[in-house]
């Protein structure tokens, strides 16, 4: 496999969300919060890069709480190695912040945009653009729900209406891609990639639904995003690989350079 280069592992492990259509952003010296309204599950919504003194870290966690609260919104605490006090761990399960039950821990991975993944042929594959109409962005979010075991977020008026506005703004973003996996007609997976050039590309979401797995699917959509990652000439991607999907990245020539830990706070939605 290519070499990755010093300044992708960099951009892999420090790499900050930035404000776009339909993501806040809020930066301050001890943390920084990012929201997404209509998207309102934990993770697309989170605080994240925690840098507080251990005196500090109650305060940290009500005064992130109470600018959340409002909103109504699940909240992910994700953690890094650079993260503090370093027992911020114990101090969020104080306050009933514990592990996410999807995972507590991914490892950021990262692989060059040079590298060559061999996809064996899929039966009635086929990769399209889940952003170009509605009802392909409703597939793919319902393939994600079901991979990842997540509860559906529902078609009634108003969340049919908040997903449209998310698939909008993807689209006005111009960065973004969310590409839908279909077999024989039928939604198999999907996986997203935004792309930050020349840097890099942070891939993720990338799922396979139980019953099309082990056909190469899912590889199948990790080659499609590093050859738009390449076509953008970017140095790489970047990848959080989880306990599913981490074996499969390292066969496919992604190196671990890092890693995040997540825990999962409801109070802030009630």
Same mark, same amino acid.
């Given at each position: ?130 952003? #170009?109409?509605?009802? %392909?962005?409703?597939?793919?979010? *319902?393939? @994600?729900?079901? !991979? ?5 977020? &529902? =078609? ?63 590889? #199948?959509?990790?080659? %499609?995003?590093?050859?738009?990652? *390449?076509? @953008?000439?970017? !140095? ?5 690989? &989880? =306990? ?27």
């Amino acid at each position: 496999m290519p070499a990755v280069s010093q300044a992708l592992v960099e951009f892999a492990n420090h790499h900050r969300q930035r404000a776009e259509p339909g993501i806040e952003v809020i930066v301050t010296p001890r943390y920084e919060i990012t929201l997404q309204p209509d998207f309102p599950i934990a993770g697309p919504n989170n605080v994240s890069w925690i840098r507080c003194r251990a005196d500090e870290a109650d305060d940290v966690i009500k005064e992130v709480r109470a600018i959340v609260a409002p909103r109504r919104l699940p909240l992910m605490w994700t953690l890094d190695p650079e993260s503090k006090p370093a027992d911020l761990a114990h101090r969020l399960h104080a306050h009933d912040i514990d592990p996410d039950r999807h995972g507590v821990e991914s490892k950021v991975m990262v692989l060059s945009s040079a590298a060559t993944i061999h996809v064996p042929r899929v039966a009635g594959l086929e990769i399209v653009d889940a952003l #170009a109409d509605p009802e %392909a962005f409703q597939q793919a979010d *319902r393939a @994600a729900a079901e !991979a990842f075991r997540a509860e559906s977020l &529902g =078609d009634d008026g108003p969340r049919v209406a908040a997903r449209e506005h998310r698939r909008r703004n993807l689209l006005a973003a111009g960065h973004r891609h969310l590409l839908l996996a279909r077999v024989d007609g039928e939604p198999a997976g999907s996986g997203s990639l935004g792309l930050y050039p020349p840097d890099g590309a942070k891939m993720n979401g990338g799922s396979v639904r139980s019953k099309f797995r082990g056909r190469g699917v899912y590889r #199948a959509l990790v080659a %499609a995003r590093v050859e738009i990652a *390449r076509r @953008a000439g970017v !140095a790489g991607l970047t990848v959080w690989g &989880g =306990d599913m999907s981490r074996p499969i990245l390292e066969r496919l020539g992604f190196e671990v350079v890092g890693w995040r830990r997540f825990y999962v706070d409801t109070i802030t939605a009630d």
